[in-house]
Every structure is written in structure tokens, then in C-alpha cells.
């Protein structure tokens, strides 16, 4: 069965420094990997994802992630935070069955000035 | 364009009560999924429909819950009779294509769901 886990459940960062939430993931044949990003009251929105093409994925605002099959991991980066960085990321997996998304526990990013 | 909408934002009912979920998707799409995070718990899969079609409801809690897509448009989802443990908050989005052949998953910013 597909699963991921998300390593830290808070990461604290000041701005400008950088940033790194950490992913493992499960599965039994190459997996379709996403972050997704929450930001308070608003939906989930598709950061990045990886679906078996290049390993080093690049996303929206500056985000990336490198997929890893040796390490069985998907790290999300970013070289410089911003205060508007500030949410909740999860990793995700699609299920090998059906079309279910498989959410990690979720990180939340803090940003200090 | 408008996005994934859902309402209530925010329901409070008493346990046994009934709630009506409502998620109009973004026009055009013709997958739609629900999503329930229980406090404290990840996000989790409850139903796919293609149209008005289910497609997998093998997340569905229990026969308390009921999801329709009457015309392959909007959809709702009721809980009745609701109990404590159906409290959190209910996501829906829906793509165009399924995730995993590069379909995009667009999410509402939720409907929080409170049984006392």
C-alpha cells in the first residue's frame, strides 16, 4: 500500500534562510508524488508534483523538490523563505488503486522576521 | 474563473442532526472528490465521482453518509445522523483529468463540520 510521512510536524525558519520539510513516501512501483500547500481559511493548492519524469521538480514560488528512489524520499526546498510562506504543507501520494490522493499528517511552516 | 465553492463554511448541529454538504465545482470538470481531515488526523479520500457517476466510494465512512452528483454538476454530501466523530473539516475539488495522468486536483478552502 502507498503511504508517505511527513517528518516534521512544525519547522520553524527565519526569513531568508532556507527551507526544507521532509517527505518519505511507500510504495511498490514509482509512485506520483505532490506537495500541496494551505494556507489559513483558503483551499489546498498543487505546489509541485512528480510524475516519473525528471527527479528535480520545480513548483510555484520558488519551491522544489527532488524525488529520490534510493532514499524512498521527496524533500520539499526553497533557497530563501518569505513570510508569505507561512502554512501548512502536506505530501502526497496517489493510491495504487483507484484515484485517491494519500495526504501525509501535514507540516506547518513558521517564518519569523 | 471561478474556483472550487463550497458551503457552509462552518455548520454547528447537535449529534443526530442532519447536515447537507454542498461543492460546486469548477465548470467544465468532470471529476469531483470529497475529502474529510478529522482534528488531528490527515486528510483522507472519501469518494470520486466522474459526472454523476461514483467512480470509487471505498473511503465512505459508513451508510450515514450519502454523496450525490444529480446531473453531473454540483454535489452534496449528507451525514445523517451525524455523530461526534464526523466532526472536522470536508474538502472537495475536482480536475479535469485524474491525478496520476497529470490531472490537477483544484480544492475548496473547505466546509468545518461540528457535532456536539
Known amino acids: 500500500a502507498q503511504s508517505v510521512t511527513q517528518l516534521d510536524s512544525h519547522v520553524s525558519v527565519s526569513e531568508g534562510t532556507p527551507v526544507l520539510l521532509r517527505c518519505n513516501y511507500s510504495s511498490s512501483y514509482s509512485p506520483s508524488l505532490f506537495w500541496y500547500v494551505q494556507h489559513p481559511n483558503k483551499g489546498l493548492q498543487l505546489l509541485l508534483k512528480?510524475?516519473?519524469?525528471?527527479?528535480l521538480v520545480k513548483g510555484i514560488n520558488g519551491f522544489e523538490a527532488e524525488f529520490k528512489k534510493s532514499e524512498t524520499s521527496f524533500h520539499l526546498t526553497k533557497p530563501s523563505a518569505h513570510m508569505s510562506d507561512a502554512a501548512e504543507y502536506f505530501c502526497v501520494v496517489k493510491g495504487q488503486a483507484g484515484t485517491a490522493l494519500i495526504f501525509g499528517k501535514g507540516t506547518t511552516l513558521s517564518v519569523s522576521s | 474563473e471561478a474556483g472550487v465553492t463550497q458551503f457552509p463554511s462552518h455548520s454547528v448541529i447537535e449529534k443526530g442532526q442532519t447536515v447537507t454538504l454542498r461543492c460546486d465545482p469548477i465548470?467544465?470538470?468532470?471529476?469531483l472528490y470529497w475529502y474529510r481531515r478529522v482534528m488531528g488526523k490527515e486528510i483522507k479520500f472519501l469518494l470520486h465521482f466522474v459526472k454523476e457517476s461514483k467512480q470509487d466510494e471505498s473511503g465512505m465512512p459508513n451508510n450515514r453518509f450519502l454523496a450525490e452528483r444529480t446531473g453531473g454538476t454540483y454535489s452534496t454530501l449528507k451525514v445523517q445522523p451525524a455523530e461526534l466523530e464526523d466532526s472536522g473539516v470536508y474538502f472537495c475539488?475536482?480536475?479535469?483529468?485524474?491525478?496520476?495522468?497529470?490531472?490537477?486536483?483544484?480544492f475548496g478552502e473547505g466546509s468545518r463540520l461540528t457535532v456536539l
Open positions: 465548470s467544465g470538470h468532470d471529476n
Open positions: 475539488a475536482s480536475s479535469q483529468d485524474q491525478p496520476g495522468v497529470g490531472g490537477e486536483l483544484f
Open positions: 512528480y510524475t516519473s519524469a525528471a527527479t
